[in-house]
């Protein structure tokens, strides 16, 4: 089945099931509001600030993570590279070692 057919297929069911779940979720009735806090209050240092900001706003505290996750991400691979250089392990050769 090609990818036109399969879109054809499976694009339109999905679609219209999307409308009718966001009207069928929405004819529930009047809800409360809902506030989704960290609490802060046991925490000091870093876990406080990242805590308080997550609090503040979370398009700030998605930007952090956005660029947290891949500085964290170069970093440990760096620390592997490195200790794989002196434990020996040439990760740059591409020569196999079975014969």
């Known amino acids: 089945m090609g ?7 499976m694009g339109v069911p999905a679609a219209v099931l999307t409308v009718l779940a966001g009207n069928v979720f929405a004819a529930g009735g009047g809800g409360e509001m809902i506030v989704i806090v960290a609490d802060s209050r046991k925490f000091s240092g870093l876990e406080a600030w990242s ?3 997550y609090n503040e706003s979370h398009a700030y505290f998605a930007l952090l993570t956005v660029l ?3 500085l964290l991400g170069l970093l440990l691979g760096t620390l592997t590279g490195l200790l794989m250089r002196l434990l020996g392990i040439n990760l740059k050769s591409r020569v196999l070692a079975e014969h």
Request: glycine share 8%; aromatic share 8%; no cysteine.
């Open 3 to 9: 990818a036109r057919a399969w879109l054809g297929r």
């Open 51 to 53: 805590a308080n900001l």
């Open 68 to 70: 947290t996750i891949p």
